[in-house]
């Protein structure tokens, strides 16, 4: 049961930041949020966590309401490699199963 | 590191006849596996989760006789499609988590796929 709300596609212009929201306003004190991608006909690929604070790694930042009911996840510089469909997930930490949205189409235009 | 592979990557067979997609984690112990289906334009549907050495747990409207998933070791789990049909040509993508470096256990690594083709 997906329990994020995410828009169904964007654009962005190579080079320039791309910023993903997602909400998820019924989030339970013990879930993370998960930002995975899929790019065309390959298996999703794990971009990044974060349960309340901030995070950035080599890929992207995460950035997540003091409120923790939604979350932006930011590419930085945009790539034309970028294009894929961007999926939000929230997790127990404990917990086991990731349930997909419809997640968003992000396409980086030249 | 957390790499995990599929094979085949893709697959035609006969109606009718079964079908064994294997999923391994080739760099970390995969203590808990899961199978996903995904038909086209459509996001992913979890079909079952397995820990190692124990019986699967399916989703709700997933045939567990129809596809049979073993988890006999930390590193390999196989997906088999028996007696398959047109309608169950899809993508199938597994995935894994468990223990070898920090962070694994809180999250999955996915494989790249199987294309499934029944005729």
């Known amino acids: 049961d997906a329990k994020t709300t995410q828009p169904t596609s964007m654009d962005c212009a190579e080079g320039r930041a791309a910023n993903l929201p997602c909400n998820h306003s019924?989030?339970?004190?013990?879930?993370?949020v998960y930002w995975y991608r899929q790019i065309h006909s390959q298996g999703p690929q794990y971009i990044i966590h974060?349960?309340?604070n901030n995070e950035t790694n080599e890929m992207a930042s995460l950035i997540i309401t003091e409120d923790r009911k939604s979350s932006t996840l930011i590419l930085p510089h945009a790539t034309l490699r970028d294009t894929a469909v961007y999926y939000c997930?929230?997790?127990?930490?404990?917990?086991?199963?990731?349930?997909f949205g419809t997640g968003t189409s992000l396409t980086v235009i030249p | 590191g957390a790499v995990v592979s599929q094979h085949p990557s893709w697959v035609i067979c006969k109606s009718g006849t079964s079908v064994k997609i294997e999923c391994r984690s080739l760099?970390?112990?995969?203590?808990?596996m899961f199978w996903y289906r995904q038909f086209p334009k459509q996001s992913l549907m979890l079909m079952a989760t397995?820990?190692?050495?124990?019986?699967?747990?399916?989703e709700q409207g997933v045939e567990k006789d129809k596809f049979l998933i073993n988890h006999a070791s930390l590193t390999l789990s196989t997906l088999t499609v028996t007696s398959a049909h047109p309608e169950d040509s899809s993508f199938y993508i597994c995935?894994?988590?468990?223990?070898?470096?920090?962070?694994?256990?809180?999250?999955?690594?996915f494989g790249p796929g199987t294309r499934l083709l029944v005729l």
């Open positions: 997930i929230v997790r127990a930490y404990t917990g086991n199963q990731f349930y």
């Open positions: 995935s894994a988590r468990g223990w070898g470096f920090a962070g694994l256990q809180e999250t999955q690594y």
């Open positions: 974060g349960l309340k």
């Open positions: 760099d970390f112990q995969a203590t808990t």
């Open positions: 019924t989030i339970s004190g013990n879930e993370y």
């Open positions: 397995s820990n190692e050495g124990s019986k699967a747990t399916y």
